[in-house]
Each structure stands twice: as structure tokens, then as C-alpha cells.
T-cell receptor, first 115, second 116 residues
Framework: GQQVMQIPQYQHVQEGEDFTTYCNSSTTLSNIQWYKQRPGGHPVFLIQLVKSGEVKKQKRLTFQFGEAKKNSSLHITATQTTDVGTYFC???????????????FGKGTKLSVIP | DGGITQSPKYLFRKEGQNVTLSCEQNLNHDAMYWYRQDPGQGLRLIYY???????QKGDIAEGYSVSREKKESFPLTVTSAQKNPTAFYLC???????????????FGAGTRLSVL
């Protein structure tokens, strides 16, 4: 089945520092999604990337999809304590059928922000 | 107020007991999913259903069962065959139409299952 590697597993940063998490697949992806799970909460959808080389921004968050559609990154500029949580990538393989909707989630990167 | 409702929030299972976790959605989504989350792990797919009266095994279906008799409901039963059921269980749903919104998953608040 589809596999995806997400690194790092944990990241501790001082408030105001930048943070980046990476998601890598061995196969070409149809699209990639990013979710955030606050401590004790449930995953919440952040964004979906579909096009090769796509870059999207949400305030201090920048999402990139690799040119080969096999990797992606999420970068947070000047972290705040509200950024604390676990960030997951979720992928759908390019070979998935049109009627296939399930996603494969990475193991997530747990971000801690030190005030 | 649209969304996905999971109940109960906490559940305790005795040895040899089957327990059922409820998941209801009013988003009119065709697809529904059950995930298991263990500490330090990602979300592992247990079962999914893309249409009423049909469901498919995910990566870790052993010891679990589901039904999809109604579009709004997708209950998960953790059977006594599941020897390590302690985990956080998440239900999700997604639309199967719409070029932008299709495949985005919306999650319930989860059920924490523990073994007594």
C-alpha cells in the first residue's frame, strides 16, 4: 500500500523561530493534504495541494508541493504558542482509481513552542 | 450545526467484551472512515465506506467490524478478538463530489477506549 514518511517526528522551537516539516513518498501523488491536531483534539484540515510545484500560503504558514509530486513541506514563520500541535500530511497516490477516496496519513510532526 | 458526532467520548471495555463506538454525520457525505491513533503514531485506517451498504477493510481491520445501514451512521464495533484495543478512535467523513472539496476529510472529536 501507499507509504509516506514524515520528518521530523518531534520539533521543539523557541517562540518566534521558524518550523518546517517534510513529507516524502516513494510514489507519485495525486494530491497531498495537511492537517493539524491540537493536543487532546482531532485533526483539522488545513490545505490541499494538487499541482506540481504548487505553493500556497495561509498567513504565517507556507505549503509546497514538489515538482515531481512526491514530496511536500509545511513551513511556519515566527512560531507562536497557538501553533502547538501535531501536523500530519495525508496523501492519495496517483495510481488510485477515480472512485478511491481513502488517504494515507504520515505519522505527524509534533511541534512544541517554548514561550 | 453541521458536523460529525462521536460517542461516547470515553469508553471502558472489560475483557472478552464487545463495544460499539457511534459515529453520526449530517454533512451529507457519502464516504466515512474509522481510524485508530496510538501515541506517537499517525492515523491508521481500520475500515471505510464509500456508499451505504458497502464497506472495505483498511490496514488494521482485524478485531473490528462495521456496518453502514444509513448514510449518516457508521458504527464501529471493537470485538473481543482485538487484543490491544486501548487507543484513540477517530471517525471521519468526506464528500465524493466536487473538484475542490472532494476527498477532504472532516473528523469527529474522537472516542478514547481503555481496557479495564
Amino acid at each position: 500500500g501507499q507509504q509516506v514518511m514524515q520528518i521530523p517526528q518531534y520539533q521543539h522551537v523557541q517562540e518566534g523561530e521558524d518550523f518546517t516539516t517534510y513529507c516524502n513518498s516513494s510514489t507519485t501523488l495525486s494530491n497531498i493534504q495537511w492537517y493539524k491536531q491540537r493536543p487532546g483534539g482531532h485533526p483539522v484540515f488545513l490545505i490541499q495541494l494538487v499541482k506540481s510545484g504548487e505553493v500556497k500560503k495561509q498567513k504565517r504558514l507556507t505549503f509546497q508541493f514538489g515538482e515531481a509530486k512526491k514530496n511536500s513541506s509545511l513551513h511556519i514563520t515566527a512560531t507562536q504558542t497557538t501553533d502547538v500541535g501535531t501536523y500530519f500530511c495525508a496523501v492519495r497516490a496517483a495510481y488510485s482509481g477515480a472512485g478511491s477516496y481513502q488517504l494515507t496519513f504520515g505519522k505527524g510532526t509534533k511541534l512544541s513552542v517554548i514561550p | 450545526d453541521g458536523g460529525i458526532t462521536q460517542s461516547p467520548k470515553y469508553l471502558f471495555r472489560k475483557e472478552g467484551q464487545n463495544v460499539t463506538l457511534s459515529c453520526e454525520q449530517n454533512l451529507n457525505h457519502d464516504a466515512m472512515y474509522w481510524y485508530r491513533q496510538d501515541p506517537g503514531q499517525g492515523l491508521r485506517l481500520i475500515y471505510y465506506s464509500q456508499i451505504v451498504n458497502d464497506f472495505q477493510k483498511g490496514d488494521i481491520a482485524e478485531g473490528y467490524s462495521v456496518s453502514r445501514e444509513k448514510k449518516e451512521s457508521f458504527p464501529l464495533t471493537v470485538t473481543s478478538a482485538q487484543k490491544n484495543p486501548t487507543a484513540f478512535y477517530l471517525c471521519a467523513s468526506s464528500s465524493t463530489s466536487g473538484s475542490v472539496t472532494k476527498n477532504i476529510q472532516y473528523f469527529g472529536a474522537g472516542t478514547r477506549l481503555s481496557v479495564l
